[in-house]
Nanobody, 124 residues
Framework: QVQLVESGGGLVQAGGSLRLSCAAS????????MGWFRQAPGKEREFVAA????????YYADSVKGRFTISRDNAKNLVYLQMNSLKPEDTAVYYC?????????????????WGQGTQVTVSS
């Protein structure tokens, strides 16, 4: 069993920054890729960023490239999402998930373990 717990969300003005954290337990965390996803009201869940098991590879959605940075600390079983230059359209519930690299990138519907989500609200 895997448990993922997100934290760090909140209300921020446009142009501001937030850092989300995802704490993982219950599995060999360092062996798998991690991803961040988000879902805005009335919209489907979308991919935001992913990081490989070693941290050596990262991938971002075009909408966040250059503004968001994903990182991980395998010793602490943590993955982070640093979000800078936030925009109102970044408002969503943000989720972390764990799984194989290609599944995280392209087949998130197959991911078995998800966190409960953390709300990010960006005011204009």
């Amino acid at each position: 069993q895997v448990q993922l717990v997100e934290s760090g969300g909140g209300l921020v003005q446009a142009g501001g920054s937030l850092r989300l954290s995802c704490a993982a337990s219950g599995r060999t965390f360092s062996s798998y890729a991690m991803g961040w996803f988000r879902q805005a009201p009335g919209k489907e869940r979308e991919f935001v960023a992913a990081i490989s098991w070693s941290g050596g590879s990262t991938y971002y959605a075009d909408s966040v490239k250059g503004r968001f940075t994903i990182s991980r600390d395998n010793a602490k079983n943590l993955v982070y999402l640093q979000m800078n230059s936030l925009k109102p359209e970044d408002t969503a519930v943000y989720y972390c998930a764990v799984g194989p690299w290609t599944v995280v990138l392209r087949r998130s519907y197959e991911l078995e373990y998800w966190g409960q989500g953390t709300q990010v609200t960006v005011s204009s």
